[in-house]
């Protein structure tokens, strides 16, 4: 499943666990919920995320059906890309800098 956060001000979360829930079930729901919780205290004890500072910035989130969520978020200004994954209990944040075309 893939889900674009537009206007995060409009970001209805409980709506979005639900989805998650209807189409992968309970157990997905609540390990989204838990991988969230676990990028959310990463990023805040570190830069994670502070690219969605930028104006010019674009997110996306794709979740397994085990419910494990992979952000991609990007910068136009900056022209870098950030893909944050879970492994066990771990987030990585991977980053590419985009060529000039």
Known sequence: MYYSLGDL???DKLDF?????RKSGKQAA???CDCMTLILNKAEH???FD???DELTWSRIAVEHDGTPTLFCGSFSTKTFYIYTIKGNKVKREIKQLGNN
């Open 9 to 11: 001000n409009n970001f």
């Open 51 to 53: 690219e969605m500072n």
């Open 30 to 32: 609540i390990h989204f």
């Open 46 to 48: 570190s830069d994670y």
């Open 17 to 21: 666990v639900m989805q998650i829930k």
